[in-house]
């Protein structure tokens, strides 16, 4: 059997059911909801009320326009789409559809690749709202760079992928569609308390940590592309849906499911420990290189070769951590061979620390150790370098130019609220015409 | 022969449903499979098909099962789930299967909408869409009124003398006498019977007596 028939039966399925409609209309309204109310910023941080306007250089599409925009998505990832999911393989069990498909001359598993298949097709239906919103703000004259706008889709598909992965594996074990939705909202609950958790922890926790969706996501937005947390992401998904084959065995014993079960998270857990230690590749597609050094710091970091390592006595929530995390870490994890962090401080907050170490970062490399309070780059990387015994390149100014554009957004509040439902509700009505028309015929 | 299964047993959960359960049907043959509610009818279909696992042996050419009461894909038409049937098995679907099931009208129905009645006779429609060789059809009459169960006897009978294999589940002892070749009679989840209405029934008198004495 083609797999182009089992993919055309699953678009007709996904075509027919109201779950997959709602999720378009919404993904619609909150698209234009977010590009309108990032538009407006934009265009005020750019000075359009006559105002002073943000330093030109910090005025990114990326983070005014993109991943705002883009966020509408998470949210319908997170809450709607799961429903989407669950139906296609909730019904075909309840209304024992599942037990013909059993029968037909082509395994369960190539018929869970042409779900996935569909479910990226109606995916990439989706996104047009998005698409829309990226050619007003050309149309605009705003600015887009398409790696940027590659990769933020790329990590947005990859989060797709991976939420629909858990609601297949989620659908095809329970027994009906409330529990698969419990199963798949606890699942995300779990991350978000992971995240929560985890951040600023060090360790096993914060690996961990830094591959759940919403860390995942974060990634991307900065417009860093990380080998690692694309395999993992795959692999995590690749698993969900074998899961969801394995279940949906129903000629297996139970005993059979479980073995099955036990040997795809052996391989699950065998792959991502691989990726984990075996893989660091990372790309920065930003504009910006706001993931990087500049090349000349890179190029002197990349030849210190001994560990260093770092000791940050500073709280999880202490602004000064993200800033640190975000502006030197990560890009002493790219840029340096050999990088060990170290988060000895318990608290959160870091307002009842009692250590009079805290707001200090200690850098040991081989015999040699200094220690700071500050989190500033330029200050850290002249701390590494007078360790390593190397002297500091000279730097150069950043060459991003930036791109305000003091523009509304007109024209959106008509498209997205109104052409978009009307195009929908349009589409709909002619399917549901056409098939009347079929009816009289007959 | 088209189907041999040999002391079958199979369990639902903790609980023993089929024992030891084994019998033949022949090519072009209606076999029907009797028994009390309980009996494992259901059950032993199911491990037929290979949707239950189950112990011992089912030798079978290539076979199709139709559960009972089934409403598969009810937001599609009857045609399409016709039609997505027959290209399933790489063919194209029979018109004469709408007409004879009296479907034709129905044909862009949407499955959710249809009647019990009418629901049974896309299901046998899906079952004999099915190019298969041996065809499992759980109480293919239950919901048709008298007309209709007549109809879909004449296009199972006219099915089975074209050389396909029929095993029907029937509860309805009546019906089962009127179209079945020859029957197994279950009870308990163990086989007690098998054979043609006349050697069940000799010395006994019909068909519901044996039922009686038996189960």
Not at chain 2, 12 to 22: A, I, K, M, N, P
Not at chain 2, 207 to 213: S, T
Request: aromatic share 8%.
């Amino acid at each position: 059997m083609r797999l182009r028939d089992l993919v055309r039966k699953e678009i007709a399925e996904l075509a027919a059911s109201r779950a997959f409609w709602l999720l378009l209309l919404i993904v619609g309204l909150l698209t234009g909801q977010s590009f309108i109310t990032a538009m407006n910023a934009y265009a005020e941080a750019s000075g359009i009320g006559g105002g002073p306007a943000a330093l030109a250089q910090g005025l990114s599409p990326l983070d005014g326009i993109l991943t705002p925009t883009l966020g509408a998505y998470d949210l319908a990832i997170t809450l709607l789409l799961p429903f989407v999911v669950i139906r296609l393989i909730a019904s075909e069990k309840s209304s024992d559809a599942l037990k013909l498909m059993l029968q037909w001359p082509a395994s369960i598993e190539r018929q869970i690749a042409a779900k996935v298949i569909a479910l990226i097709a109606a995916w990439v239906v989706s996104l047009a709202p998005f698409f829309i919103a990226l050619a007003m703000w050309r149309s605009y004259g705003g600015h887009l760079h398409a790696p940027e706008v590659l990769n933020l889709i790329a990590g947005y598909t990859l989060r797709f992928l991976l939420t629909a992965a858990i609601a297949m594996a989620a659908a095809s074990l329970m027994s009906g569609a409330a529990n698969a939705a419990i199963v798949v909202l606890a699942f995300t609950i779990g991350t978000w308390a992971l995240d929560f958790i985890a951040t600023g922890r060090g360790g096993i926790l914060q690996t961990l940590a830094s591959f759940t969706p919403a860390a995942t996501l974060r990634g991307f937005e900065r417009g860093l592309l990380r080998v690692d947390v694309v395999l993992v992401m795959l692999i995590l998904s690749i698993f969900g849906f074998s899961l969801a084959a394995n279940w949906l065995h129903l000629g297996r014993t139970l005993k059979a499911r479980i073995a099955g079960t036990a040997v795809l998270l052996i391989l699950a857990t065998l792959a991502t420990m691989n990726v984990l230690m075996l893989v660091r590749t990372s790309f920065d597609v930003s504009e910006n290189r706001r993931n990087s050094f500049s090349h000349a710091d890179e190029n002197t970091l990349a030849h210190i070769t001994e560990r260093l390592t770092i000791t940050v006595f500073l709280a999880s929530e202490d602004p000064r951590m993200m800033d640190f995390e975000n502006n030197v870490l990560l890009k002493l994890r790219r840029s340096m061979p050999d990088v060990s962090v170290i988060y000895p401080l318990a608290g959160r907050s870091g307002l009842f620390e009692n250590d009079a170490r805290y707001g200090t970062i200690e850098y040991r490399l081989g015999t040699k150790s200094a220690m700071s309070r500050s989190t500033t780059e330029e200050i850290v990387l002249d701390s590494i370098y007078e360790l390593a015994g190397v002297r500091a390149p000279a730097r150069a100014a950043s060459a991003y130019p930036g791109y305000p554009l003091a523009k509304k957004p007109n024209g959106a509040t008509l498209v997205f609220y109104a052409l978009w439902p009307a195009a929908l509700g349009a589409v709909i009505l002619s399917r549901r015409s056409r098939a009347a028309r079929s009816a009289k015929t007959a | 022969m088209s189907l041999a299964v040999a002391q079958l047993s199979a369990r639902r959960g903790t609980r023993q449903v089929l024992t030891g359960v084994s019998f033949t049907a022949h090519r072009g043959e209606i076999l029907g499979v009797i028994g009390p509610n309980g009996a494992g009818k259901t059950t032993l279909f199911e491990c037929v098909a290979g949707l239950l696992p189950f112990e011992g042996t089912v030798d079978h050419d290539l076979l199709f099962y139709v559960p009972d009461a089934i409403r598969p894909w009810p937001d599609q038409t009857v045609r399409w789930t016709l039609e997505l049937m027959a290209r399933m098995f790489g063919t194209r679907l029979d018109e004469t299967l709408l007409d004879d099931l009296d479907l034709v009208a129905l044909q862009h129905a949407t499955v959710k909408s249809l009647s019990k009645g009418e629901a049974k006779r896309l299901d046998i429609a899906i079952g004999l869409a099915a190019p298969r060789t041996v065809l499992l059809l759980d109480e293919p009459f239950d919901g048709l009124d008298l007309r209709q169960t007549r109809q879909v006897m004449e296009v199972l009978r006219r099915d089975a003398a074209n050389g396909r294999t029929l095993v029907l589940s029937i509860h309805q002892l009546s019906d089962a006498a009127r179209v079945c070749d020859r029957f197994l009679l279950l009870d308990h989840g163990r086989s007690v019977a098998e054979g043609t209405l006349d050697e069940l029934t000799s010395g006994v008198g019909g068909l519901e007596e044996v039922f009686l004495a038996l189960t």
